[in-house]
């Protein structure tokens, strides 16, 4: 894996005088390599690049009045939604491009294909032409990362029903916008496209409102957003979706009983789990916990000497920083 993790991880073990190759088998749009994982292509900085945009539109409407800046009025503010996108696809672009910039500077070798820990340090590569290669390491670290968790209620089509990564790829403005999920994604997707004109209504199964966070943070955080236009229902439990042509229909139940609200678009946004499809071979000798996770000691090593496994995929909170400084450590 070439995320946070991983990169991070390949570069430093390579500037430490290891010969060192990075597996990863995400492309882009073009089907081009495309390196840096979830957090460069799908996910923190995309993220980001939208909620700038956003904000200079939420600023140009309400926000320049108070600076003494004239002319502009409410009315004649535009958002060109294509141009928005094709900016953060152009940024997205610029820093996977840097990652295989960097990977030739400090002499990884990157190469392209599914990766599979076999026994005794051995990984075995599956490239996109359906060619097998196995590949062997005094040391193997383990990032593959995390994807979206998929819900029955809500299978998502990445047309009317999407993950975060098709939240990130609307060609306009939905006018109503469900979010299933008031989780940190959900509400900074939610966020995005509320301050561009959608109507936007979060759907919560937990009564408490981001939970993980201190309770000043949380409560000053929903206050906010509220004030920002996000309709929140706490203790709103999806219970079943039906797609009509370009909306969709969804039930769920909250304190008064059976309930029924239509969309646009909706994201569903109920967190991530760890990818660990075809990783490990059954006599790898690396095991997963009740979770799904990649069981590891406070080194990051399970219990196969030589094998560390870093980010996503283990213990901890899903956060690019995290991923890198225990790529670094291992």
């Not at 430490?16 to 990075?22: N, P, Q, Y």
């Not at 980001?48 to 200079?56: G, H, N, R, T, V």
């Not at 910039?101 to 026994?119: D, R, Y």
């Not at 039906?242 to 609200?261: C, F, L, S, W």
């Amino acid at each position: 894996g070439a995320g946070p993790g991983g990169y991070v991880a390949a570069i430093k073990a390579a500037q430490l005088g290891l010969t060192t190759a990075c597996i990863e088998k995400y492309t882009d749009k073009e089907g081009k390599l495309a390196l840096g994982g979830t957090c460069l292509n799908v996910g923190c900085i995309p993220s980001k690049a939208l909620l700038d945009s956003s904000w200079k539109f939420h600023e140009a409407q309400d926000g320049l009045a108070i600076h003494g800046i004239g002319g502009v009025n409410r009315e004649n503010v535009t958002i060109d939604v294509p141009a928005m996108v094709g900016r953060k696809a152009n940024i997205v672009k610029g820093l996977t491009s840097g990652v295989a910039t960097l990977f030739k500077a400090n002499g990884v070798t990157s190469i392209q294909g599914h990766g599979k820990l076999l026994m005794g340090k051995k990984v075995e590569v599956t490239k996109p032409d359906g060619s097998v290669e196995v590949i062997e390491a005094e040391n193997v670290i383990l990032a593959p990362g995390s994807r979206p968790i998929d819900i029955p209620p809500a299978p998502v089509d990445q047309n009317v029903i999407v993950d975060s990564t098709g939240a990130l790829e609307f060609q306009s403005v939905p006018k109503r916008l469900g979010v299933i999920g008031a989780g940190v994604i959900g509400l900074e997707l939610g966020s995005v496209w509320s301050r561009l004109g959608a109507q936007v209504t979060v759907l919560e199964a937990l009564h408490t409102f981001l939970m993980a966070a201190d309770t000043a943070v949380s409560k000053e955080a929903l206050k906010t957003l509220t004030k920002q236009g996000l309709d929140i229902k706490l203790g709103a439990r999806v219970t079943g979706s039906k797609v009509n042509g370009e909306e969709v229909v969804v039930n769920y139940t909250d304190a008064n009983g059976e309930q029924t609200i239509t969309f646009d678009k909706l994201i569903v946004a109920v967190g991530r789990r760890p990818v660990t499809t075809d990783l490990l071979s059954a006599d790898c000798g690396v095991t997963l916990d009740e979770r799904g996770f990649i069981a590891v000691d406070e080194q990051c090593a399970p219990d196969v000497p030589g094998v560390y496994a870093i980010g996503d995929v283990v213990r901890g909170m899903m956060l690019a920083h995290k991923a890198s400084e225990e790529g670094i450590m291992v």
